[in-house]
T-cell receptor, first 111, second 112 residues
Framework: DADVTQTPRNRITKTGKRIMLECSQTKGHDRMYWYRQDPGLGLRLIYYSFDVKDINKGEISDGYSVSRQAQAKFSLSLESAIPNQTALYFC??????????FGPGTRLTVL | QKEVEQDPGPLSVPEGAIVSLNCTYSNSAFQYFMWYRQYSRKGPELLMYTYSSGNKEDGRFTAQVDKSSKYISLFIRDSQPSDSATYLCAMSAETSYDKVIFGPGTSLSVIP
């Protein structure tokens, strides 16, 4: 089984809808991250969490919110989706001394 | 100027060739360097990570860091069609790999 899983893998939604992307990990890492990837722009950090009680904004947090339900679970919400939030979304995890490991991604389309 | 620059390619090479993928950066505080491989519609997969300057080898892959020139490279020997992917460089100034800055990626095709 994959160490980092994301659900759903693909999602099409309409402008104004609320949507939640979920991430789970079995690596035992404390730190979890949400990124979005756009062509030509690379990976950009949305939010990150060092533990269950710690949430931090990243480079592009506007329009997004997160919840760290447990050490192994970190969800990303779009409260009111807009078309320019169409992108690939990746969850990643790390421990305090190592690099980040990524999930398989969610392809989100906002119509 | 972007913090991390990477030629987007596409780079096309014949099978068996030596491939050189490169990134330049502007922040002299970066000291942790990583290379990720990303297949189409998949998540980035960590290939190699290294601290400070020097070389690190893992099978057909060699990562090289030149901090004086703010330049890192990934070499792939005996390239295979399965190496066809996008390669992302990444780097961090923090002691714990957080706040990682990613390059936009280089698309590589290895032709049989």
């Amino acid at each position: 089984d994959a160490d980092v899983t994301q659900t759903p893998r693909n999602r099409i939604t309409k402008t104004g809808k609320r949507i939640m992307l979920e991430c789970s990990q079995t690596k035992g890492h404390d730190r979890m991250y949400w990124y979005r990837q756009d062509p030509g722009l690379g990976l950009r950090l949305i939010y990150y969490s060092f533990d269950v009680k710690d949430i931090n904004k990243g480079e592009i947090s506007d329009g997004y919110s997160v919840s760290r339900q447990a050490q192994a679970k970190f969800s990303l919400s779009l409260e009111s989706a807009i078309p320019n939030q169409t992108a690939l979304y990746f969850c990643a995890t790390s421990d305090w001394k190592g690099p980040q490991y990524f999930g398989p991604g969610t392809r989100l389309t906002v119509l | 100027q972007k913090e991390v620059e990477q030629d987007p390619g596409p780079l096309s090479v014949p099978e068996g060739a030596i491939v050189s993928l490169n990134c330049t950066y502007s922040n002299s505080a970066f000291q942790y360097f990583m290379w990720y491989r990303q297949y189409s519609r998949k998540g980035p997969e960590l290939l190699m990570y290294t601290y400070s300057s020097g070389n690190k080898e893992d099978g057909r892959f060699t990562a090289q860091v030149d901090k004086s020139s703010k330049y890192i490279s990934l070499f792939i020997r005996d390239s295979q069609p399965s190496d066809s992917a996008t390669y992302l460089c990444a780097m961090s100034a923090e002691t714990s790999y957080d706040k990682v800055i990613f390059g936009p990626g280089t698309s590589l095709s290895v032709i049989p």
